[in-house]
């Protein structure tokens, strides 16, 4: 495997909130941990709000919503909770699965369910830019994706699945985990 050495200024300060959320959700028994793609494209923008909608309305009892950027720059909370999660789920924009190989790169042991997000919705628009996206649009596709994580990776009670990389087909007959 080839490898980016990379340096990251580190800090003394840390944002409050950030762990204070960190401390109310570092419960017993943990809860899963979502973490997502935080890219500049309408994938990237359509898995940042499918996370935050399995996290903050979908699934809030079980589950917490990771600050990549907390997480991957600081040894904090954000970390922790990713660190002590029986199971991390990262939604990924596309095939290039930024944040789950940003965090395996502070956390060499993390094996977390990583989704796919744009293979479980269909789109003609394949522009960059998500002012190239009608908001209803990316609002709609980020829903199908929450949806189907958290029918397929939370509420699912096939032990076969869980803490595994592995889910089944959804319904427009496109695997949502980028399995290797």
């Known amino acids: 495997m080839n490898y980016e050495t990379i340096k990251i200024e580190k800090m ?3 944002c409050p909130a950030c762990e204070d959320y960190a401390q109310k959700h570092s419960t017993d028994p943990p809860k899963i941990a979502v973490m997502a793609c935080e890219g500049a494209c309408a994938k990237g923008e359509v898995a940042r709000i499918a996370a935050n909608l399995i996290a903050h309305k979908l699934a809030r ?3 917490v919503r990771i600050c990549l950027g907390g997480a991957f720059t600081k040894d904090m ?4 909770l990713v660190r002590r999660a029986d199971k991390v789920i990262a939604v990924e924009g596309c095939f290039i ?3 789950s190989r940003m965090m395996k790169g502070v956390l060499p042991g993390l094996f977390p369910v990583i989704i796919q997000a744009d293979m479980l919705y269909d789109t003609d628009n394949d522009e960059f830019g998500i002012d190239e996206f009608p908001e ?3 609002k ?3 829903r199908e994706v929450a949806e189907t994580v958290v029918r397929e990776h939370i509420n699912n009670e096939n032990p076969e699945k869980s803490g595994s990389n592995v889910c089944s087909q959804s319904g427009n007959n496109n695997s949502c985990c980028a399995c290797k």
């Open 140 to 142: 709609e596709h980020a």
């Open 136 to 138: 209803e649009e990316l």
């Open 61 to 63: 009892e079980n589950t």
């Open 12 to 14: 003394k300060k840390s």
């Open 97 to 99: 699965s930024c944040s």
């Open 77 to 80: 909370g954000q970390r922790n």
